[in-house]
């Protein structure tokens, strides 16, 4: 793969990396078209991480079809698909694991606590794997992105990030492959994720900058919908992890939260 990435890139041509755990979406294939716009070649990487899963999450049921995958890339123009085994990743007696600090640490960081340093550390493999110029991901999984930005400056990753708008359904609700685990009920109380953080955007365009009133009318709202445990809603400053009480600039409201078996995220950004 690396040999195959080198050998274009010194045809003068540019590398473009989709990393995947699979189960592709639309919100994936958005980001292979990204890559596509943007490279002369496109890789996409499908391996669902074990490290990023805590014990008790999803990693044995999490869906996975590479047949099915590459039909979905095929007509959106990747070249590669590279789907490495575990023990191609995590060779015998694997024992490095990146620790990427305070951005980390809240939010995600705590309710999954060794989520992060699977990610930045398969990440980093990945982009040793496949050295393309350029590698996109997706918004939705705003802290993640920061994440692996922080890791790619740090270690003077010589791959450029491109950060890409999260893909919804008609009814709001953000592509995710979890959302395969929702029943038909849980599919609609789960549309409400994106309809309370939209209530936020409404309620701090109408003039509110209290983050604790906003959170209590979003909570409130998901409570009447049911169905919906929430593990954390937070107003951030846009770009940062940093929590504000007041919105006076430029604020992501981050969601997580449980919906029947799936755990679900998604964030929206604000005018504070
Ligand atoms: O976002 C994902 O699908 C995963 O966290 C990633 C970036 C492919 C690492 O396993």
Known sequence: MRRLVFRAQHAGKRVGVVPTMGALHAGHLSL?????DDCDLVVTTIFVN?????????FESYPRDLAADADLLAPHGCDYLFAPTSSEVYPDGYATTLDVGPVAHPFEGKHRPEHFAGVATVVLKLLHMVPADVACFGKKDYQQTLVVQRMVTDLNVP????????????DGLAMSSRNAYLTSTERHQAAGLHASLQLAKKMT??????????TQAVKAHLERLGGIQVDYLAFVRAGTIDEVAMLDGPTVALLAAHVGKARLIDNLEIEG
């Open 159 to 170: 791959t450029a990030l491109r950060i890409c708008p999260t893909i919804r359904e008609a």
């Open 50 to 58: 074990p490290t990023q899963f805590g014990s008790g999450e999803d």
């Open 32 to 36: 292979v078209d990204a890559a596509r």
């Open 205 to 214: 365009g109408a003039g509110e900058r209290d983050a604790g009133v906003l």
